[in-house]
């Protein structure tokens, strides 16, 4: 097995618990197989380990819903991204591993044999050493985790959420765990302003998408925010009504599945947005909205207890109204026409030319001196729209969506042309006087991922946008969303920032998406 190259202990992409086991990695001539008690041998495949034992077959052992391919009732194999831990206690073999109980649930299991021969210690030490190599292939061991747990967020579900279900696994990954339950609205900002860097690899939120909105923000208040913003990955065990990140990240909605995918994941950059209101300036790492998306995000307070549903609830009130939600778009676009978006899409997802996270995080290091957020390339709304923008006035807008990441929900892809660090921001508008039929037409067609070609959605790759909301006649007040999160009724300026931020995501998982559909298949 080609072993990973050395990189240096200052690299963020190393996780420095990870480093113990560098000196074992070179593994080439350990052999496959360990002979180990009651006549069993455990074999390392090319994707699983392969435990074969006799006594599989009396131990009643279940192999849930056929979810861990077995060859046979007297052999096991677990995949390698199961596999959490391992360790050579004197003479026996420990191996914890994650259990699919169902599709959407896994809980840590145990294996635990002894050398057949104490003499192949040394042997066996080696073969661990090759088994972790393999279960950490593309990802590190034991990363240092801050987890905050909102207990606020969605059902108030997240305390028990992450207690029952994420921790038991990110434990069994031996995984270095500093708990926190945020007290108040802000905390999470506060803490991750105030958090030493160098002590963690990772912010770990149990929450809802509010709650990494104020950590991005809390790192960029950091003394050195490029490096805070690219040292510590952030990322979500799924715990409020909001869950896009880890919808992203690791196509999950379950705690513990997420959980296994922060342990396996490895780091990437993720494009943060940059959203002015006059002087004020936050960072945005999913959405900025007005209108009907907004009011569904923000005007459904009082259904908090419908969980998700509330906002297929609340968007559905608000459909029947053929609402509209005036404004002055101005916006510097990219890729203005969807024949473009996806042909563009397919070369940048596809066409292998992108650098790997290692060679752009070694880009990104060069900033991390500077004190200050990149600075804003085209100022804020107090400055003149720059010339090469494109301005309309929109008095019938029903919805303006501008996202960074594919999923809004579980069952929302609406930016299907959305790529983690392509340096854009995704944008669409749609009328807010369509017809009954033809919006709940648009609304199915969501799930379905034919949204983007629906002639009724107005669809760009953008760099930044210029948004004055208006409240139509009787209106009583505006709601903008950032993030799921209320901001000021006022004008706002957002533009992108590629790659400012970073992530924990399983490649093949979460930003695993096939793109805008191609209508002529
Ligand atoms: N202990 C707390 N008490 C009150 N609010 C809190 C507390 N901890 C965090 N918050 C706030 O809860 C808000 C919502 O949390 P989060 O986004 O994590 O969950 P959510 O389920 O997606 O949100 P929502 O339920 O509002 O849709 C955040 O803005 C955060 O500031």
Redesign the pocket.
Known sequence: MASDPPRSLSDPFMDPAASEHAEDSNVGSTPSELQVDRNACLSLREDALVVSDAGLAHSGRKICCGLIPSTSSTTLAIPYYNILDATLDGSEVSIKHALFTSKTAVRPAYITYTLADKSTAPTAKAWVSRLLASAYRGSVRARRLKVLI?????KGLAPKLYAQEAEPILKAAGCEIDAET???????LEIARDLDIDKYDAIV?C?????PH?VFNGLAQQAYPRRALRKIAVTLIPG???NALAINLNGTTSPSVAALAIVKAARMPLDLVSVSQGEKRILSFLSQSWGIVAECDLDTEDI?WMGSARFTFGFFKRLVGKTVYPAEVSVKVEYGDKDTIRAEYKKARYGGAGESSADADHARELHDDETTLPKLIYGTVNDPVPEDWVTTDMPDLGNFFCGNLVHMSADAPFFPAALPNDGLMDLFDVDGTIGRLAAIKLMVSIEQNQFFDQPDVHYKKIKAFRLSPRLRPGQKQGFISVD??RIDFAPLQAEIMPGLGTVLGVPGKGFHFDGPQDPTR
């Open positions: 909102n207990p606020h967020g969605g945020t007290t108040h609205s802000g905390h999470a939120c929450s809802g998408d509010g709650t104020e409020g009504s909001g908090r799921g999160e």
